[in-house]
């Protein structure tokens, strides 16, 4: 072959290596991620329901993940493993400060932006009071889990008890409904879940399986002040026009029949709504809270309060 041929032939495939790169990268899954609040088999079946609701309204291509744990779902989205995260609010604020995820959509659940916590005890271990539950074996969803673990910490603290030293016994149950099951079941006296006077209760999602839990397994208390809801959040660096074509999507497959239903199966999540929709909707203070990660800063204020250190949790 001449010089000039194999020059020619050279650049030729160096096109074609470029362009295959280049067409490999945009056929690159979009990988979604959700926290293993639930049970995650369950979380996932939903979640794939969704991923290909988001393939035919964008035309991209996506794949549902539920990462071990809420720490593992922030460091996926760190490490650039995964693009979109259906955020607990506490996993957000870890991941915003970690590695720039970018909140772009909350989600509504009972006509509301916000939610609540509660403190659930077996209704036979004699428990009526806050102080009762003093020396009890007790059960937290996550160290990430804003309703299954800060917020409650926080509510034991202000009622003048040392949540690292109040019960006899700690655990992580890994899910809410696990933490339901886990005081059912006998194994803790008590357990924080999600759970509200809205409607809101972690226990409707074991009810069908164990149909006399609100019997066995009772509210003690309300935890106020409410929670932020879950986020959709973004991993730093995507193409803008690709992200507003996702969060548009998402917005459209809520207002269907079967987009409502699977994300409701998710995460009871009923919408979603922009800093705007909270603003105007809403009525959220704009000068209170100038964006909608802002609206984030009571997690913040509660971390400190607990003195967590945030470096810790997400390794």
């Given at each position: 072959m001449g010089a000039r041929r194999f020059a020619g032939a050279v650049v030729v495939l160096a096109v074609a290596i470029v362009a295959a790169a280049g067409?490999?990268?945009?056929?690159?899954?979009?990988?979604?991620?959700?926290?293993p609040s639930l049970d995650a088999q369950r979380v996932l079946a939903t979640g794939r329901t969704l991923e290909r609701m988001l393939?035919?309204?964008?035309?991209?291509?996506?794949?549902?993940?539920?990462?071990?744990?809420?720490?593992?779902?922030?460091?996926?989205?760190?490490?650039?493993?995964?693009?979109?995260?259906?955020?607990?609010?506490?996993?957000?604020?870890?991941?915003?400060?970690?590695?720039?995820?970018?909140?772009?959509?909350i989600s509504i659940r009972f006509d509301r932006p916000y939610y609540g916590a509660q403190i659930l005890v077996s209704a036979d271990a004699g428990i009526r009071r806050l102080a009762d539950l003093r020396?009890?074996?007790?059960?937290?969803?996550?160290?990430?889990?804003?309703?299954?673990?800060?917020?409650p910490a926080v509510h034991i603290k202000r009622a003048g008890f040392d949540p690292n030293r109040f019960f006899s016994q700690t655990v992580f149950a890994g899910g809410h409904d696990k933490v339901v099951l886990a005081i059912y079941q006998?194994?803790?006296?008590?357990?924080?879940?999600?759970?509200?006077?809205?409607?809101?209760?972690a226990r409707d999602r074991v009810e069908r399986q164990f149909p006399d839990v609100k019997r066995k397994v009772v509210v003690l208390e309300y935890v106020k002040p409410y929670i932020p809801n879950d986020?959709?959040?973004?991993?730093?660096?995507?193409?803008?026009?690709?992200?507003?074509?996702?969060?548009?999507?998402?917005?459209?497959?809520?207002?269907?029949?079967?987009?409502?239903?699977?994300?409701?199966?998710?995460?009871?999540?009923?919408?979603?709504?922009t800093y705007e929709d909270l603003v105007t909707k809403y009525k959220v203070d704009r000068r209170e809270f100038p964006n909608l990660d802002a609206y984030f800063n009571p997690i913040r204020e509660a971390v400190r309060t607990l003195g967590i250190d945030l470096t810790r949790l997400v390794r």
């Amino acid at each position: 072959m001449g010089a000039r041929r194999f020059a020619g032939a050279v650049v030729v495939l160096a096109v074609a290596i470029v362009a295959a790169a280049g067409a490999a990268q945009v056929r690159r899954p979009w990988v979604l991620a959700f926290v293993p609040s639930l049970d995650a088999q369950r979380v996932l079946a939903t979640g794939r329901t969704l991923e290909r609701m988001l393939e035919v309204a964008t035309g991209l291509e996506f794949e549902a993940t539920v990462p071990t744990s809420y720490a593992a779902t922030i460091e996926a989205m760190c490490a650039g493993r995964a693009d979109v995260a259906f955020f607990a609010p506490l996993a957000y604020v870890l991941a915003h400060q970690r590695c720039g995820a970018e909140v772009k959509l909350i989600s509504i659940r009972f006509d509301r932006p916000y939610y609540g916590a509660q403190i659930l005890v077996s209704a036979d271990a004699g428990i009526r009071r806050l102080a009762d539950l003093r020396g009890k074996r007790f059960a937290y969803v996550d160290p990430a889990s804003t309703s299954g673990y800060l917020y409650p910490a926080v509510h034991i603290k202000r009622a003048g008890f040392d949540p690292n030293r109040f019960f006899s016994q700690t655990v992580f149950a890994g899910g809410h409904d696990k933490v339901v099951l886990a005081i059912y079941q006998g194994q803790v006296e008590g357990g924080a879940t999600f759970g509200d006077e809205f409607g809101n209760d972690a226990r409707d999602r074991v009810e069908r399986q164990f149909p006399d839990v609100k019997r066995k397994v009772v509210v003690l208390e309300y935890v106020k002040p409410y929670i932020p809801n879950d986020t959709v959040s973004f991993r730093k660096g995507l193409e803008p026009e690709l992200v507003e074509r996702v969060v548009k999507a998402l917005f459209r497959i809520a207002q269907t029949s079967s987009g409502r239903q699977a994300i409701h199966e998710l995460y009871q999540h009923e919408g979603y709504a922009t800093y705007e929709d909270l603003v105007t909707k809403y009525k959220v203070d704009r000068r209170e809270f100038p964006n909608l990660d802002a609206y984030f800063n009571p997690i913040r204020e509660a971390v400190r309060t607990l003195g967590i250190d945030l470096t810790r949790l997400v390794r």
